[in-house]
T-cell receptor, first 117, second 114 residues
Framework: DTGVSQNPRHKITKRGQNVTFRCDPI?????LYWYRQTLGQGPEFLTY????????KSRLLSDRFSAERPKGSFSTLEIQRTEQGDSAMYLC????FGRGDSNQPQHFGDGTRLSIL | AQKVTQAQTEISVVEKEDVTLDCVYE???????LFWYKQPPSGELVFLIR??????QNEISGRYSWNFQKSTSSFNFTITASQVVDSAVYFC???????????FGSGTRLQVQP
């Protein structure tokens, strides 16, 4: 059973450029989450999907950020017109939700580290 | 609103010492879930334990043990006979019922010296 996979591991880009990250969850997991982690801090929630539906978004997710999970499998997180403050580790997590079992833990990937020049 | 406080920014111990990592949380919900995750230098967050708010039994798993006290809103984590491989950042997290988002503390960096 493979874990959560994120690509790329590192992304360096110039301010103002668009970037896209990909997350492949654990295969049987129907919930997928995105978090952001800055240096010395804990992860902060951005958004989550159940299957293909985006059910919750944090106010941290500005209009420059968009996340999709078109077929309920992998997900992409796009940041448009990147700013210096977007530099962070972007973490993806997944979990399984089934009837009567709403508290499965979230399993995290290695993250994508974004550096804005 | 919910909040998790890990007041210890960094702890350094010598191998075989016992160490306790503190976690204090705030929530208005009566039912919630608490978690501990480990983040080694490689970066991946590794799930360690989940505790429901209605289950105050302490838990032991090998060298790890967790002390949940609702009266003081604390969920502390003890490593017995620490090893160098325990060196990592440890995060405590809270999830309220009805929400999916985890609220993390700022983490405690544990360094175990040989």
């Amino acid at each position: 059973d493979t874990g959560v996979s994120q690509n790329p591991r590192h992304k360096i880009t110039k301010r103002g450029q668009n970037v896209t990250f990909r997350c492949d969850p654990i295969s049987e997991h129907n919930r997928l989450y995105w978090y952001r982690q800055t240096l010395g801090q804990g992860p902060e929630f951005l958004t989550y999907f159940q299957n293909e539906a985006q059910l919750e978004k944090s106010r941290l997710l500005s209009d420059r950020f968009s996340a999709e999970r078109p077929k309920g499998s992998f997900s992409t997180l796009e940041i448009q017109r990147t700013e210096q403050g977007d530099s962070a580790m972007y973490l993806c997590a997944s979990s399984f939700f089934g009837r009567g079992d709403s508290n499965q833990p979230q399993h995290f990937g290695d993250g994508t580290r974004l550096s804005i020049l | 609103a919910q909040k998790v406080t890990q007041a210890q920014t960094e702890i350094s111990v010598v191998e075989k010492e016992d160490v306790t990592l503190d976690c204090v949380y705030e929530t208005r919900d009566t039912t919630y879930y608490l978690f501990w995750y480990k983040q080694p230098p490689s970066g991946e967050l590794v799930f360690l334990i989940r505790r429901n708010s209605f289950d105050e039994q302490n838990e032991i798993s090998g060298r790890y043990s967790w002390n949940f006290q609702k009266s003081t809103s604390s969920f502390n984590f003890t490593i017995t006979a620490s090893q160098v491989v325990d060196s990592a950042v440890y995060f405590c997290a809270l999830r309220n019922t009805g929400r999916r988002a985890l609220t993390f503390g700022s983490g405690t960096r544990l360094q175990v010296q040989p």
